[in-house]
Each structure stands twice: as C-alpha cells, then as structure tokens.
C-alpha cells in the first residue's frame, strides 16, 4: 500500500518534470544561444553549452542597437493596453454579471462575433481606417486597436470572477449607506483582485508579444515595438542569431516580473469567509 | 425607530406575480414575522422593504415617508442577511463601522459605537480578526453587530438562523429576542421555522403564495389559524384534518366521512348542511384514553424524549397523537382516542375557519 502510493508519487513528479524540460527547453536554448560567442555559433556543434560564454551580445544589444527604443515602445503599448482594457472589461463585467438590461443577449453576441474572425481578415480594413486619423506608424494606434480585441474576451473574463462574488455583499454595502458604485469601488473591486491581475496579465502578454498589427501598422524604428524590432536582426543575408537572442531574453524580463508581481492575487483566494460557504 | 406602513403591495417578475396586494401596519418597535413556505414572497417583501427590489404596484412608508423610489442607503434601515455578507476584506471592526464610515461620522462616534455593539455582542475579543477566521456564530453576530452600530430606523431580518445549526439557533433565537428586548427597535424577521416565528414575534404575518393568510399573535395563529393553511403550518407536528359532508342534525351538527362514518361536532356552523367542510385538531389535543369515542389503529411510535408522536388510522384517515404518557411507548395494535369538542378547528369549502 505505502509503496504503491510511493511509486504514484514519483511517477506524479517525474510527468511534471518532463513536461517542465519540454515546456522550458526552448527559453534554455534562448539562454544558450545568447551567450554562445558569434565564432563558436557554428564552429562547435550541437552542444548543451558553449565552451566560453559571453555578454557581449547583451553590452552590443542595449548599447548600440535601436532594442531600448523597442523595449521602451513595447512597454508603453503593453502597459497601456493591459491597463485600458482591465478597466473597460472591470466595468463591462460588472454590468454583465449584475444588471439586466434591454439588448444584453445581443450585446455579448456581437463580442462573441468579433472573436470568430481570423485577425489577418482585418489588417487591411484596420490599416485604411486608422490612416486618414494618423494613427498609424503611432503607438497610440496600437494601443487602440490591441484594446479593441483585448476588451471583448477579458470582459467575459471579468463577469466570470464577478458572478463568482455573492450579491449579497453590494446589497449589504448598499443597505450600509453605499451607492451602488461605491459598493463595487470598495466591496467587490477588492475582491476581485485575482481577477484584474489575471486580466492585467493576460492582456499584457498579449499584446506584448503581438506581431502581426505591429508588423502592419508600424514603418520605421521609433514607434516599433520589440516583436517587430526582433526582425531588425534578420538581413537579407544572415542572421544575427546571438543578439536576436539576447534582445528576445531582456525581452521575457518585464514580462515575467509582471506575474512575479500578480501571482500573489493569482492564487489567493479572497472571498473566503465572506458568507457561509 | 419608526413605524412602517405597506399598502396594497404588489410584485411582478417579468409577467410572473409573486405578490398579490399586501396591507400591513407595523407599529414602532413592534417586532413582525413573516413566515411561510418557501416561494410565498415573504423575502420578496422583505428585500421591497430594504429597497432591493422595485416596488410594482402599491407604497411602503417608513415613518410616514414614502419610501417606494428611495435607494436603500436613504431608507435608513439595517439589515441581517441569511448568508451574513460580511466584507472579506474586513476586520470585524471594520465590517461594523462600515456604515459610519460612509457616513462620516466621527472616529470618537464609531469608536463608541463599535465598542457598544461589541461588548453587547461578546465580540470584543474578535475586532481585528477577519470573517474568514470567524465561526457560523460569531460571523452571525458580527452581522448583527453590523446592523445595531448604527441605530437605524429598522431592522430586517432575511433567514438570519438558518445556516446555524440547531443548537447555536436556539441560541442566536433567544439572543435576538433579548437584544429587541434592549433595543426596542422596529424589527422585521423573515423565516421559514415556525418555531422562530412564535418564540420571537410580536405579531406573526403568516403567508402563502404571495398573499398574506393570517396576521396576529402567535397565540392567535395556535389557537385560532384563519384558514387552513395557518392551521397546517403552525404547530409541530402538524395538525390532523378530517375531510367531510357537514350535517346539521337537531340541536348539533356532525361531519360525515368519506368511508361513511361520522364525527360530532357538538354546535352548529353557520354553513349549509351538505357542504364539503373540514375537521382539524392538534395532535396534542387528542386524548387517549380507554372509554374514547373512536378506534385509532397504531401504526408507528416515535419518542422523542419529551413525548411521543404516535402515528395511527382512524376511519382510515392517517393522523398523529402527542402526548407525554410514557405507557403509549408500547400502546397495543388499537387505543381509543377522544376529540375534546373545545379543541376542534372547523373549516367551510373555501378554508376558510367556519367556528
């Protein structure tokens, strides 16, 4: 019996560590990559680790090429995006999940609808509309159009986490002398914390890391974000692997200290102990 | 403290009426219970009270205001919720002075108040902690400190016992009744137990299918149920109904059965002879005894320590006995009963009591 359940155990871990290599191999290659000297990239085969490593590729990519612009443009469309679309999809959750009202079955179709569309369908519309108002080649185009296609799916991401918080509590709140929108400013936005930080998150990486709109809307290095600018080390004839690796590692940085950040509300759960359960 | 006045209150939801015309008058101080079965509209009314729901049809009036389009945090009213909705976020201090808090009272004021409320609740040594970290009890308590902090024109009370078990309600039940001793605050109590409803209300409103039965005292509803509904609802275990013809026969009248035999009555109604009419009587007033006037078959016994709850047929009409004679334990395959003619309930065709 104690073996048995020994044996499960280990064999528990042991699925979890091979996923973990698979799932992470590629961020080790990353790492290897970037720290491989350009005379070794190819001289020395397969290897787990180079036989001298180095930084140079990070002191060239942050010292002499356009990436802290990237990173820098990155940061504000994303920061914007993430911050935007938690405060739009918060306040159309809440009226989701709360009020009945007249057309809201037809309201969730057409953001249902607007998921169907493959993105590549709308470059072109998008791009013809956003030019005469000047937005494109601006960050402020892409901060538009990320939240427009962000709201929809984090708005049902909202309502989820607020139908998951009892009405009795705003009820109270309100028989206590609180509006309805003090309720939700002071009772319920508090405890759907794990909620906006999984929404901040999510909407963060995403347009973190979105190609194909940058790649479209943006010409040029100044408004360029990093997933374009990543392309800047591919020539006509060569790639420069080394530096495109180390720019994709300072890359991950602001996105995993995000969710170093959020992970606390990630995994709490608040609402315990907020009615009988 | 105030008085409330409900005047012809209706509700819809969508085009499904859950309330069909409300009046009642409830004196300052008094405290009302509104009892019934699940679905009648006793919380629906309740939650029209306290602003939570829109009124369809007719006016409520807290101390003579029309209050009908009025939020709830205008309607100064506390209210203690079945589920407790404490503020997870909260300390239990924090929790309580909530409603001071939005009102900006003074941190002297919340502090006295709190303290008040604690020391009157037993919760002093609970303030920092949070609701997750709180018994069933306490957390009911802090809810209810909750709603005293702020002295407000009226309590409302939606199933506040009913995630308790039995022996902390008994508790809770006896700790409301004396805190509205204190407090003497205008209070309305929502519940299902019929137990609640007699041991603490004033006067008890009794409903049914969104229209109220029966409003009186407790021993009103016992001793006299209006119709029968009442009659079947109040009282545990419930009462026995025998359905039958009334007949006036000479000076008396009698009930004639469905198998054909009858039951006296001992007096005339003031119904026709030959309508349907019904025979109640409270399992504890059935006496038995060995020169009784009926034959009542043992089916089952159930002692419940105080008493015993004998389950018998008579006229093959099933039907319950309590009483405390221990010798009942094993009573014989037959017992003769008496129906004491004083302690009968007498209903016409409609059900309404005829007596």
């Not at chain 1, 001298?52 to 820098?72: D, L, M, Q």
């Not at chain 1, 607020?162 to 206590?176: H, R, T, V």
Request: aromatic share 10%; charged share 20%; net charge neutral.
């Amino acid at each position: 019996m104690r073996t048995s359940k020994l044996l499960l155990t280990v064999a528990h871990r042991l699925a979890i560590l091979a996923y973990i290599v698979v799932a992470l191999f590629p961020l080790f290659w990353l790492l290897k990559v970037s720290v491989t000297p350009n005379d070794l990239l190819y001289s020395e085969g397969v290897r787990m680790w180079p036989s001298r490593a180095t930084f140079e590729h990070y002191e060239f990519v942050i010292a002499h090429s356009a990436f802290p612009t990237f990173f820098k443009n990155s940061l504000i469309v994303a920061g914007s995006t993430a911050i935007a679309v938690t405060i739009l999809a918060s306040l159309a959750g809440y009226a989701l999940s709360r009020f009945n009202f007249r057309a809201k079955y037809w309201i969730v179709a057409l953001m249902l609808i607007t998921q169907m569309f493959p993105l590549v369908m709308l470059v072109a519309p998008i791009f013809k509309m956003l030019s005469p108002l000047g937005l494109t080649n601006s960050l402020t185009g892409l901060v538009i159009v990320y939240t427009a296609f962000n709201v929809p799916f984090a708005t049902f991401l909202m309502q989820s986490f607020f139908d998951g918080i009892p009405k009795d509590l705003e009820e109270a709140a309100m028989i206590d002398g609180a509006t309805q929108f003090v309720a939700f400013r002071q009772i319920i936005l508090p405890l759907t914390l794990p909620g906006i930080a999984a929404t901040l998150g999510f909407v963060f990486t995403a347009a973190w890391s979105e190609l194909l709109f940058a790649l479209m809307l943006i010409s040029g290095n100044d408004a360029a974000t990093f997933p374009v600018g990543l392309l800047t080390f591919v020539s006509k004839f060569s790639v420069d692997f080394g530096q495109m690796m180390a720019a994709g590692i300072l890359a991950l940085i602001p996105a995993c200290l995000f969710f170093l950040l959020i992970q606390r509300y990630l995994v709490q759960g608040l609402t315990a102990g907020a009615v009988k359960g | 403290m105030a008085s409330i006045d409900i005047h012809g209150i209706r509700k819809s939801f969508g085009t499904f009426p859950v309330l069909h015309g409300v009046d009642l008058t409830i004196r300052d101080g008094e405290f009302i219970v509104l009892v019934g079965p699940s679905g009648c509209g006793k919380s629906t009314l309740l939650r029209m009270i306290a602003g939570l729901e829109d009124v369809t049809a007719g006016e409520i009036r807290i101390d003579g205001k029309r209050v009908n389009d009025l939020a709830p945090k205008d309607r100064d009213i506390a209210m203690v919720f079945q589920s407790y909705a404490l503020y997870p976020h909260m300390s239990v201090a924090d929790n309580m002075s909530y409603s001071l808090r939005l009102r900006r009272s003074t941190k002297e004021k919340i502090a006295s108040a709190v303290g008040n409320a604690a020391s009157k609740l037993g919760l002093d040594p609970l303030l920092e902690r949070r609701p997750r970290a709180l018994s069933g009890g306490q957390r009911q308590r802090v809810a209810m400190g909750r709603a005293i902090v702020r002295q407000p024109k009226a309590f409302l009370f939606d199933e506040p016992l009913s995630n308790l078990d039995a022996r902390l309600r008994e508790q809770m039940r006896a700790e409301i009744k004396k805190l509205h001793g204190d407090l003497r605050a205008t209070s309305i109590y929502v519940t299902h137990d019929q137990i609640e409803a007699m041991t603490l209300a004033d006067r008890i409103v009794a409903m049914h299918a969104g229209v109220v039965q029966q409003v009186g005292t407790p021993l009103d509803l016992y001793d006299r149920p209006a119709n029968l509904f009442v009659a079947g609802f109040i009282g545990s275990p419930g009462m026995n109904f025998f359905e039958g013809r009334y007949v006036a026969s000479g000076e008396g009248a009698e009930l004639q059965l469905a198998n054909g035999a009858t039951l006296p009555l001992g007096k005339r109604l003031g119904i026709e002879s030959g309508s349907v009419a019904t025979l109640g009587i409270r399992p504890e007033h059935v006496v038995i005894a060995d020169g009784g006037a009926l034959e009542a078959k043992v089916d089952l016994i159930e002692p419940t320590g105080f008493g015993i709850i004998m389950h018998v047929t008579i006229h093959d009409i099933p039907m319950k006995i309590f009483t405390l004679d221990r010798a009942m334990l094993n009573p014989g395959p037959n017992v003769r009963v008496d129906l004491p003619r004083d302690k009968l309930h007498l209903f016409g065709t409609e059900g309404t009591r005829v007596d």
